[in-house]
């Protein structure tokens, strides 16, 4: 059975950090591009990051120097580490997988993990 497991969500203070983690199961996740997603409460879910599967990494622009992307692929595992965190970044995060390319995660995913909360106070 294909699983993603995120983990690390939490409150935390503003200008704090957090890592959160995705741990795949069921399949090789090295062999898929990995990435981030989120929601807030009212919006729209928006990309975050992605890493592909020869390991290049793209950030959303307005993230970029805070938000750092990862993986383990011994572990099956990716992360998002996450710093200067901010009122705005409190949202729902979802990490993600699809077979191609972190273009391809822009149109489509194949395997969605559950959210983790990450709520930052002001």
């Known amino acids: 059975e294909v699983q993603l497991q995120a983990s690390g969500g939490g409150l935390v203070q503003a200008g704090g950090s957090l890592r959160l983690s995705c741990a795949a199961s069921g399949f090789t996740f090295d062999d898929y591009a990995r990435g981030w997603f989120r929601q807030a409460p009212g919006k729209e879910r928006e990309g975050v990051s992605c890493?592909?599967?020869?390991?290049?990494?793209h950030v959303a622009d307005s993230l970029k120097g805070r938000f750092t992307i990862s993986s383990d692929n011994a572990k099956n595992t990716v992360y998002l580490q996450m710093n200067s965190l901010k009122s705005e970044d409190t949202a729902a995060y979802y990490c993600a997988a699809v077979e191609g390319g972190c273009q391809t995660m822009a149109i489509r995913v194949d395997y969605w993990g559950q959210g983790t909360q990450v709520t930052v106070s002001s």
């Open positions: 890493i592909s599967s020869s390991g290049g990494t």
